[in-house]
């Protein structure tokens, strides 16, 4: 009963796996980032994170992702 009040109260619809509307607001945020952040400096510090003390945390990160699972943490 919960779950019924609570997608009411939020406005959403069930629409299972592959979600259209949030599909939809992903790629608006996508496009308001590229079009209105500062990308290079986010560039900047994504190199920079790569070359310092997260190296390894995020080398773990992308090799999981890769294989499709998670990493522990």
């Known amino acids: 009963m919960a779950v019924e ?4 109260e939020s406005g959403l619809k069930m ?7 949030g599909s939809r607001r992903y790629q608006e945020a996508q496009h308001e980032f590229a079009e209105n952040a500062d990308v290079e400096t986010k560039a900047e510090e994504a ?6 003390d997260e190296a390894d945390e ?3 990160a992308r090799q999981a ?9």
């Open 58 to 60: 995020l080398e773990q």
């Open 5 to 8: 009040q609570d997608k009411k």
């Open 47 to 52: 190199a920079d994170a790569l070359d310092g």
């Open 65 to 73: 992702a890769a294989q499709g699972r998670a990493v522990k943490g």
């Open 15 to 21: 629409e299972g796996e592959g979600s259209r509307e």
